[in-house]
């Protein structure tokens, strides 16, 4: 594709030119946009690039092992990875809040992440996934407070005095997908669902704790697996499980439960700026349901959200 060989080709010469011979890092998430711009700049300087991954104890069944799994044996990439779950998960007990969730996992990211950086030595550039939906939802409209703060904008560089490197900044999601398979990224890596900054934190309402996130972890699980088994997992922008703050009645043998909700959530979008919810047929539904109600203990109720973005917005927190 003309376009996208042209693309990389300024945007490695650009970073060349920004960067010289100093060094850069980059927050590595496993998802698309900070894959692809690793990729990008790895191109561009090479060993000059160090990336750091935090897992947070917020992330989905098995994913850790597996986003660290590939860079390791995929890609050329310098990964540093730091274990903070017991730290954040500290930092979340007794927390209510979604905003005072997102700030304090945020600010939490921040701390880890200057920590690891410091011990590189001299850094004077950092690489960041922003994309251009990025750049307008974070940006405060006519003085309003921006929707959500979204923690992979702004913050890290103004704390670190980092110089910003941001080469997917005037692109969509589809645009970035197209560039990750030009760079020669993997599918997998390429068509992976967006995951939010806060993973599993902004989809447990209420209280984050091992219990809880053991919960949503198994019902996520079962989302992603069946999304998949039917086809319909890259047909959606994003398909999870929400674990609901209320217990309701249900019944079992001849007894009586009062247990948790897990809300499925799936949305078609191109930029996560404005988003309708999936159609998806009710035979697949109903094969999540029952999955989730007989494999994951302590939830005997599914429901299914159908609401779209505006007014609503695509995670529930
Ligand atoms: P909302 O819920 O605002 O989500 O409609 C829009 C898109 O952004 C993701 N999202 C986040 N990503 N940090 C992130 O990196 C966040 O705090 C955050 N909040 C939402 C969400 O998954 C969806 O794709």
């Known amino acids: 594709n003309w376009t996208m060989a042209s693309f990389i080709e300024s945007t490695v010469k650009g970073v060349q030119e920004k960067v010289g011979d100093n060094k850069v890092i980059c927050a590595l998430s496993g998802g698309v946009d900070s894959s692809v711009t690793a990729a990008l700049v790895h191109k561009a ?10 897992d947070n104890g917020l992330m989905r069944t098995g994913e850790s092992e597996s986003i660290l799994r590939f860079f390791r044996e995929k890609s050329q990439l310098n990964v540093i990875a730091v274990d903070a779950v017991d730290f954040f998960l500290n930092e979340l007990a007794d927390v209510l ?7 304090r996992i945020g600010l939490g990211f921040i701390k880890i992440f200057e920590e690891e950086a410091a011990k590189l030595g001299e850094v004077d550039f950092l690489a960041q996934g922003t994309l251009y939906p990025d750049v307008i939802e ?11 703060s979204h923690h992979n904008v702004g913050g890290l560089p103004e704390i670190m005095k980092l110089d910003l490197i941001e080469p997917l900044r005037e692109l969509f999601k589809d645009e970035v997908r197209e560039l990750g398979l030009e760079l020669g990224l993997p599918e997998e890596a390429i068509y992976r669902q967006p995951f939010p900054g806060p993973g599993l ?3 447990i309402m209420g209280e984050v704790n091992r219990e809880r996130l053991n919960i949503v972890r198994q019902a996520d699980v079962i989302v992603l697996e069946e999304m998949k088994k039917s086809g319909w997992y890259r047909k959606v922008w994003q398909s999870f499980a929400v674990l609901l703050p209320i217990q309701t009645v249900g019944v079992m043998g001849d007894g009586r439960t009062y247990e948790n909700v897990i809300a499925l959530r799936s949305v078609d979008s191109r930029d996560a700026m404005t988003a309708d919810w999936s159609k998806i047929p009710y035979d697949l539904l109903g094969v999540i349901s029952t999955r989730i109600i007989n494999e994951v203990r302590g939830v005997n109720r599914v429901v299914f959200d159908i609401s779209s973005k505006p007014p609503s917005t695509i995670e529930w927190e």
Do not use: H, N, W
């Not at 809040?97 to 700030?103: L, M, N, S």
């Not at 974070?138 to 959500?148: L, Q, T």
């Open 45 to 54: 300087i090479g060993d000059q690039l160090t990336c750091i991954y935090v």
């Open 97 to 103: 809040d979604p905003e005072i969730k997102r700030k």
């Open 138 to 148: 974070s940006v405060s409209f006519m003085g309003e407070a921006p929707i959500k």
């Open 201 to 203: 934190g902004i989809r």
